[in-house]
């Protein structure tokens, strides 16, 4: 299958060639695309330096719209499987044979990378993951699937779900939305077990306050969903 890489970038200039290099020496088969967006960093400059394949948004759209911008670009390209993959380092390239293989197998249509399955690896604060349970769990209640890692970014989707998420995709801290989002369009999701690392360089845009706001809001946004969301086609 054709499989590309989309990696969402904002300020990543400490992260972002020792990610695509890492990517690009693990797994030479795939595609990749940097998402950048609009950073205030020269992140940018230096994809343009080293040759990288990236985009570069007019404007800071947040992770959804980068996202979103690389779920059209892989459709419009032809891709079978597309792959979300941080600029920040903490995602393993030498997991996506594991992610995209359900997918393959047909078993699949959205496949997410869990840290929490095996518990190794980098865990991530425990506020983070006294919000990620409430999403799970809420996600339980919603969608009928056992979900560990809403939050998890690290995840791929079969070529039915590119183009879904081409029209429909969440612009605010999308990950736990995109789930029930496609259990509603009748969707398969799966999780398989990974190791994240810890951030090497830079700053996450999710604190303490932002991360109680966060648990709050998106757990209301899959409520809603769920009462009025309607299934895609």
């Given amino acids: 299958m054709k499989v590309l890489v989309i990696i969402p970038a904002y300020n990543e200039a400490l992260n972002i060639v020792n990610t695509v290099n ?3 020496s693990t797994c030479p ?3 990749y695309v940097v998402v950048n967006d609009c950073s205030q960093d020269n992140t940018a400059a230096i994809c343009k330096e080293h040759g990288f394949n990236f985009l570069s948004l007019p404007i800071n759209l947040g992770i959804g719209g980068g996202m979103q911008c690389g779920y059209r670009y892989a459709f419009a390209n ?3 499987i597309a792959i979300q993959f941080d600029g920040d380092g903490q995602h393993n390239a030498e997991y996506i044979k594991d992610l995209i293989a359900p997918i393959e197998a047909g078993e699949a249509d959205l496949v997410i990378g869990s840290r929490f399955i095996n518990k ?3 865990q991530t604060s425990s506020m983070r993951r006294l919000g990620i349970n409430v999403l799970g769990l809420t996600l339980k209640i919603c969608g009928g699937v056992k979900i560990t890692d809403a939050t998890s970014g690290f995840r791929a989707v079969s070529r039915d779900v590119i183009e879904f ?3 429909h ?3 605010d801290y999308p990950e736990p939305e995109a789930i ?6 009748g969707f398969r999701v799966k999780e398989v077990p990974v190791v994240m690392n810890e951030r090497t360089a830079g700053v996450s845009s999710i604190n303490t306050f932002k991360s109680i706001y966060y648990m709050i809001k998106v ?7 769920k009462l009025v969301g309607k299934k895609w086609r």
Avoid at 180 to 185: C, G, K, L, P, Y
Wanted: glycine share 6%.
């Fill in 165 to 167: 998420f081409s029209h």
């Fill in 169 to 171: 995709y969440a612009q």
């Fill in 22 to 24: 890492t990517l690009k």
């Fill in 78 to 80: 032809g891709y079978d």
């Fill in 180 to 185: 029930i989002a496609a259990r509603v369009s």
């Fill in 219 to 225: 757990t209301l946004a899959i409520i809603i969903y």
């Fill in 120 to 122: 190794e690896g980098f």
């Fill in 29 to 31: 088969e795939v595609d």
